[in-house]
């Protein structure tokens, strides 16, 4: 029995394969409940800028195996690239299978324009000083293992999740306005440039929201993050929803057994080395 969602369009961003917040597995359940046509991975998906071989686990290189395995199925897979994996930013345009890396994306969808870009370009701290905004990175990560630490110990004590992180966030006024302004600056330029929908990722606050100013009106939509929020966009029907992990999974469950079982060495060569069949069809094309 096929348990997945048929949905047109998903939606990630912000995952930081690599790091300690990641958290893959929940990740991993949300792909294998879907069936998409089209995934768009919306910027910072591998943290290249806090990159370490000695922390990559085993459930990280399964997101990057089942993406893999999507686009084998026939799954149109576009990778935008954010700040986190800008390194990418050199392959821009290229495309390999059903693979394309690109820096935006502009996508008709059912009559109306839809423009898909990550939004570090927004961010002055990044353009102008990227040694400190990736000092940064290191404290949040650090703040996330203290957090991890917290919430282990609540949970022995039957108590309820807390995130620090989100927690600082809320409560400082130069955070909340930076987000008001992101969201600002990201909707005027759509409205500017006659786009129905703009997709953003970065600030790891889903949202979706209906902006206008005196030259017309457009929605406003943020996937999340997988660190905090484990949330995704969805579009459908016509529709867009967040997807929130922690109020709309289903029951865990792993629909490819054969990841489950998969040895990590196993997992990076599946990643890494292309199957003879595969190299034939090529020679033959």
């Not at 353009?127 to 917290?150: F, H, V």
């Not at 005027?188 to 206008?212: F, R, T």
Request: charged share 30%; net charge positive.
């Amino acid at each position: 029995m096929d348990l997945k969602r048929k949905v047109e369009i998903a939606v990630i961003s912000d995952v930081h394969l690599g790091t300690y917040g990641c958290h893959a597995k929940q990740l991993l359940t949300y792909l294998n409940s879907i069936q998409p046509k089209k995934l768009i991975l919306n910027g910072d998906i591998v943290d290249i800028w806090q990159f370490s071989k000695r922390y990559f686990p085993k459930p990280h290189l399964k997101v990057i195996k089942k993406i893999m395995d999507m686009a084998a199925d026939g799954v149109e897979v576009i990778y935008i690239t954010g700040n986190h994996d800008e390194m990418l930013r050199k392959f821009s345009d290229m495309t390999i299978g059903n693979i394309s890396i690109v820096d935006k994306k502009v996508l008709d969808l059912d009559g109306k324009k839809a423009w898909f870009f990550h939004g570090d370009v927004f961010d002055v701290s990044i353009q102008n000083a990227k040694w400190l905004a990736k000092l940064g990175g290191y404290g949040y990560d650090l703040l996330i293992l203290l957090n991890r630490a917290t919430n282990w110990c609540l949970e022995k004590l039957g108590k309820e999740k807390y995130s620090l992180s989100k927690r600082i966030k809320n409560s400082v006024k130069g955070a909340i306005k930076y987000i008001s302004d992101f969201e600002e600056v990201a909707s005027d330029l759509a409205i500017e440039n006659g786009y129905d929908y703009v997709l953003c990722g970065h600030i790891h606050q889903p949202k979706i929201l209906i902006k206008e100013n005196k030259f017309g009106k457009t929605m406003y939509l943020n996937s999340g993050d997988w660190v905090e929020n484990f949330t995704a966009l969805e579009y459908q029907f016509k529709r867009w929803k967040i997807y929130n992990y922690n109020k709309d999974k289903l029951s865990p469950f792993f629909a490819d057994e054969d990841i489950k079982e998969m040895e990590i060495k196993d997992l990076i060569a599946a990643i890494t080395i292309v199957e003879p069949e595969k190299k034939k069809k090529k020679k033959l094309n």
